[in-house]
């Protein structure tokens, strides 16, 4: 059974960091290329970052230079790193693992904003 737990989130004040992270069981991680989602208030998905099986990374332009996603293939672990949040961040934040024609999801964690 594949699962996808993350954690890390939480509120945190404008200006302020936090580093999500996404454990991985049931598949063989390193094949897999990962990404990090959001979903705010009203909106549709969106993809924050990727990083593929080879560590080539990728960003949402409202992220570039804000936000870090890395992986640890030792760990089975995915982690975003989130630095100058603003209130637009705020969203459920979810992982996603995807090989080809297979992907899959985490349940998310919410990450509020606000003073």
């Known amino acids: 059974q594949v699962q996808l737990v993350e954690s890390g989130g939480g509120l945190v004040q404008p200006g302020g960091s936090l580093r999500l992270s996404c454990v991985v069981s049931?598949?063989?991680?390193?094949?897999?290329?990962m990404g990090w989602y959001r979903q705010g208030p009203g909106m549709q998905r969106e993809v924050v970052a990727t990083?593929?099986?080879?560590?080539?990374?990728g960003y949402a332009d409202f992220v570039k230079g804000r936000f870090t996603i890395s992986r640890d293939n030792a760990l089975d672990t995915v982690y975003l790193q989130m630095n100058s949040l603003s209130s637009e961040d705020t969203a459920v934040y979810y992982c996603n693992a995807r090989r080809w024609n297979e992907m899959y999801w985490g349940r998310g964690t919410q990450v509020t904003v606000s003073e």
């Open positions: 990083v593929s099986s080879d560590g080539t990374t």
């Open positions: 049931g598949i063989v991680f390193r094949f897999y290329g």
